[in-house]
């Protein structure tokens, strides 16, 4: 019963929307993209929502399950993530562990369980197209599988695998 989340950054944005070369970049990685996605997935954010649809239109692909909003994919402390990135001088959860551990822990396993949602829209074999920010992403992945991931960049992304009970995340070409 194997599922999988292939899990993005979205890409260059001013404020809550994307750059033209946010979308240029968006439209570059889309087309990039393999394999057919059952859904695809959102924080809601516009520039999280944007790159989604750059993705989707680079690709042409019919997504059976449609494009939603996982809005617990979205931290609700984005300001204290901000807090300890400037504390840690870092974006690693590491070092943001180390600046606000309680952050960390806590977010991440809220982040994972809206994470943990996002596999249960799927059918066994199925896959889904996530579009997020960073560091909720990796604090995502960290709460639902327990690996720390580095920071991604703009519009780069892991894939999460879930085969049964058991998580892994495997880098993308």
């Not at 590491?94 to 982040?111: C, F, G, N, T, W």
């Amino acid at each position: 019963m194997r599922r999988e989340i292939e899990i993005r950054r979205h890409t260059d944005a001013d404020g809550d929307f994307l750059t033209a070369e946010g979308v240029r970049a968006a439209l570059a990685v889309g087309a990039r993209l393999s394999g057919d996605f059952d859904v695809a997935v959102s924080t809601g954010a516009q520039r999280a929502t944007q790159t989604l649809a750059c993705f989707l239109a680079a690709r042409a692909q019919h997504v059976p399950a449609g494009v939603v909003v996982e809005p617990g994919l979205r931290s609700e402390v984005e300001e204290r993530w901000r807090s300890a990135y400037k504390m840690a001088g870092s974006g690693t959860l590491e070092a943001l562990q180390d600046a606000d551990p309680e952050l960390v822990a806590e977010d991440s396993k809220r982040l994972g369980g809206a994470l943990g949602r996002v596999l249960d829209y799927l059918p066994d074999g199925g896959r889904a197209l996530v579009v997020g920010h960073s560091p909720t992403n990796e604090a995502a992945i960290l709460g639902l599988t327990g690996e720390m991931v580095a920071p991604l960049a703009k519009g780069e992304g892991v894939l999460v695998v879930a085969d049964g009970e058991e998580y892994s995340v495997e880098p993308l070409e």
